[in-house]
């Protein structure tokens, strides 16, 4: 499989695309030849996770040979890593509607379906590379994407990961689970800014020569796990067409029946993936997407026109607290009708203008499979006081902005209420102790953790072994630093590698 960028003819092989992450002209790496309606169910009935995964990837990492990929696979999704013995379970809800639990791997959040199996995917392609050098893998965070990263890197030989994230923009659970993070290789920055600052700066750094000359100077070279990598985005893919299988297991839908899909996104990897599986052929109908009070996606999907120059806010749903989205880019190539130079000139508006739009025409399009809503922090609050109470289901502020919006979007479009709909749920609820206790109107506790006994105590929900365990593990990673000095920052931590 051959990749390219969205903004000029560069053409790797997919193995360089993994190491690489990011393009050489700043642009996002995508199959030069996307593989569209490769799946169908029969391909996918009664299959395992594994399975499907292998089903699924086997169409977008061909250089892999069986043997190889099944062993990834295996060893991402083992019994170690998942508390559940379905990696994805579907929860039915009501008849037509569905919660997919993405929070059962070892940081208890979405992130960890896809960073489970990338190292194994990244190693594999640096041996195909014939790459000696050191991977630095750096990553912005705006709560669970640096927990899983650091987890699925840890004491990985040949890596090291920096992770940044917002001092003020992340959960005390998320940030405790990034201080308190074990591993040789591994190191955890808070910067005095947003995500976008950190994820702004990472771009940067990655078509930054002169930095680049400076790493590999040293035997290092960058690599990146946020969802701008292909290797973060494609085992996300997986769990759509899983769902689908299952969907029908369940006498849910039929076999080709559409289904819709309810995405709280920031950086709209995850719906991006659900866009990927309808593209393969899983028979998705609407795609929803949901945000926060940052609901720049909401307004693109009603306007045509996607405006950075907004009050950026910070919100009880910290990881979608962000106004540029990453994946958008991918998204955009496909809509300019897969025209890199029309997308190349699109980024430089929103680069040079903070604005960019599509035409009435490519909207129109656009809307026939997307819509989007959003939820400000006390219409979420009241959703998970609204589907705790009715059905004694707790969800997290992220998952709550996701039925909330699928609750809007029904008031606006009845007619979708005759479709089975399924809701990602991206995160477990005790990662955000104190917007249940508010949302729930149980005591906050003086810390996290006494606050969870609280939720614990009513609702009778258990909290996860990994989160609990935390409380007694040491504080390793406390450093507070300007958004400026975040490549200082990263040298330090290259001057620290065992050579």
Known sequence: MKYRSTRSEETVNETYALLHGLASDGGL????????????????????????????????????DEAELRSMIASAYSKANFSTPDIAPLHSILERLSVLELFHGRTQAFKDMALS????????????????????????????????????????????????????????????????QEGDNVNVTAIRGNFDDAQQFLKRLFVDESMAEKVAAKGVRFSSANSINIGRLAPQVVYYVAAYAELVNQGAIHRDEAFNVVVPTGNFGNILAAYYAKKMGAPIGKLICASNRNNVLTD?????????????????????????????????????????????SRMKDLKQKGSLSVTAEELQRIQKDFSGQYMSDEETKAVIAQIYNSYGYLMDPHTAVAMGAYMKELREHPEDGGRHTVIAATAHPFKFPNPICEALEIQTGDTPYES????????????????????????????????????????????????
């Open 29 to 64: 790496y995508v199959p030069a030849l996307f593989p569209e309606r490769c799946l169908t169910y029969d391909m996918v009935a009664e299959k395992s996770y594994e399975d499907i995964a292998y089903i699924v990837l086997k169409n977008l990492f061909t250089s892999f």
């Open 117 to 180: 199996l990338f190292p194994y995917l990244l190693v594999a392609a640096k041996e195909a590379e014939k790459e000696t050098d050191e991977v630095l893998i750096l990553t912005a965070t705006s709560g669970d994407t640096g927990k899983a990263a650091l987890e699925g890197f840890k004491d990985v030989v040949g890596t090291h990961i920096q992770v940044f994230y917002p001092t003020d923009g992340v959960s005390p659970m998320q940030q405790e689970q990034m201080q308190k």
């Open 300 to 344: 693109f999907f009603k306007t045509g026109t996607y405006d950075m120059k907004r009050e950026f806010y910070t919100t009880i749903s910290p990881s979608m607290d962000i106004l540029e989205s990453s994946n958008f880019e991918r998204f955009l190539y496909y809509v300019s009708g897969e025209d890199y130079e029309a997308t190349n």
């Open 452 to 499: 969870l006994e609280h939720i614990s105590a009513v609702t009778g929900v258990a909290c996860p072994k990994q989160l609990a365990a935390l409380q007694s593990k040491e504080l390793r990673f406390t450093k507070v630093i300007d958004k400026e000095s975040m490549g200082k920052e990263i040298l330090a931590f290259v001057d620290t590698f065992k050579k």
